[in-house]
Structures are given as structure tokens and as C-alpha cells.
């Protein structure tokens, strides 16, 4: 699988555009998602654009929770692409576009190896691929906390990395089993994750590719 960080207030790639939030691309089972929209839809455009990323090309939008910087360049998004699925959290409502709106409650398979955390808290969902490696998990801020995310995919797999927003997440031994953790956007103690698990760490930022 691949994973393209598209939108993120860190810079990999200094010949793209950074700003508040998250977004990701991710290529996988044939399947190809855009993980949250940024803040901004014309910054997420161009991001794409100078990637090449075709917005047509994308089969499912994931959405983790409706705050700004996760949703800002959603409807902008949708201008350019009417078929892809969107998935959100149960209590995220008022998307009126003609693309088809799923609503998740509790761990779900969407495809073959692709699986959501559903509404966690109240608040947000994550997302999980599986490989041979094992889960990789998408998270968008992960307010209800990492452990809390990963407990929720667990009767999927065992996670084998982690990539996006940890927020104020400090318990750290919760990453003592993860293989690979990318920590993005709104992490807080990324400089104390990479100093903990050099081996394990990924530096992130908007530009950044990730295979596993």
C-alpha cells in the first residue's frame, strides 16, 4: 500500500503548500481513498495537482471527525468528483452532494482489507488497512486517544503502524509493539515519539510517501 500525506501544516516536500490540518491518499486493494480534506480546498487542490493526483481518480472519501481542518476542503473536493463514497462518523451530518453518504457507528468492513473504527467517543473514526504486515491505521487527530483507536480495529488485526494526527497522545508504551509510526498534523510530542522509537519513527509532512 502507499500512503501520500496531501495536506499537513509540516513540510516533507518544500515545493508544496502547508496549512493547518490533514489529508491523505491512500493506494490500496484497487481501492483508492482520500483520507480528511485539509483546511482548505484550494490548498488540497493544488497539493493533488503538484503531486498528480487526479481528484477524478479517487474511489472513497474517509472522513475522521468535521472539524475545520479536516473537512475545510471537502465540498470544494466535491465540485470535481461526484462518485466517490463518503464515509463519515454517525453524528457528521449536512453533506448535500449527489456522491453517496455512509454513516459509521462501530467497527466496520468497507472492502476487502479496508476497515473503519466507526464513531469513537463521539467524536471521531479512524481508519485501517490490512497487510501482510499487518493493520496500518489512518488517524485524524485521534482525540479519543490512540490506545483507545487501536483497541477498537484490534478484532481486525494487530496494528503495524500508524500514521497521522496523535494530538496530546503522551502514553508512549502504547507504541512499544507498533512496527512504524508516522506522527503528523496536531501531534504534540513528535520530537519525544522520535527520540523514544528511532526505528519505529517516520518523519511525515505534506509531500511525504509512504510504502508498506
Known sequence: MKITIVYDNNSFNNDL?????FASVIETNNRKILFDTGGSGKILLQNLIDLNIDPSSIDDIVISHPDFDHIGGLATFLLLNETATIHIPISFRGIRYPNE????????????????????????????IKTEKGLVLIIGCGHPGVEKIINSV????DVFAIVGGLHGFKKFDVLKDINYVC?????????KIHSLYPKKYIEGGVGKIIEL
Open 17 to 21: 503548500t502547508t496549512d493547518w490540518g
Open 101 to 128: 453518504v455512509k454513516y459509521y457507528d462501530k467497527p466496520t468492513k468497507i472492502y476487502e482489507n479496508i476497515y473503519l473504527s466507526g464513531e469513537l467517543d463521539k467524536r471521531e473514526q479512524s481508519l485501517a
Open 154 to 157: 484490534s478484532e481486525f488485526g
Open 183 to 191: 506522527p503528523t498534523h496536531c501531534t504534540k510530542y513528535i520530537d
